[in-house]
């Protein structure tokens, strides 16, 4: 298991470098995968109790990412970056955020809520979702390219990437960039604004 964890991260690692090397403008975004590839369909319950599926983001684009409220490491780095996306988005009704739980047992929706309320976030624009453990892991790994999972030996016993999935609105994937670096998530809310002005 942990080796597998292993080779997620180093995979997502080398996705970040390259997504990061150009300083080129931008005439295109890549798709992430196969041209197959779609985000798996999916269905878990936010912070307000709303549920929140694939349909929530039909003609958006979003940003994903995987985190739980108890992390002691990078997580609140993370949340921190993301109300960046979040106020140079915060009236574009075309744009999404969803940040999964990886710890469902303790990130109740009450406990969801009061995160989401002390971080200040935008929870029209902002969901922060609770769902099965199963269910969330399959779909950071499958879908998002991602890692997510329950590991003993990890601080706060969660290993988990720090990236922002970027996802069009055909559920492909366009980019993915590390939540934890200002200049990362600047690049990130570039080829936003990219993909909004393109979107077909």
Known sequence: MIFKQSKIITALACMLVLASCSNKERTTLPIYGDKNHRIADFRFQDQDSSWITNDTFKDKIYVAD????????????????MLLVTEHFKDNPSVGIISHSIDPKHDSIPVLKKYAKKLGAN??????????????YALAEKSYFSAAAEEEEAPGGYIHSGGFVLVDQHRQIRGIYDGTVVDSVKKLIQDMDFLLKNLK
Request: with cysteine.
């Open 66 to 81: 995987f985190f739980f409220t108890t992390c002691p490491t990078i997580c609140p780095i993370m949340s921190k970056n």
């Open 123 to 136: 929870t029209n624009l902002w969901h922060f979702v609770n769902g099965s453990a199963d269910e969330i």
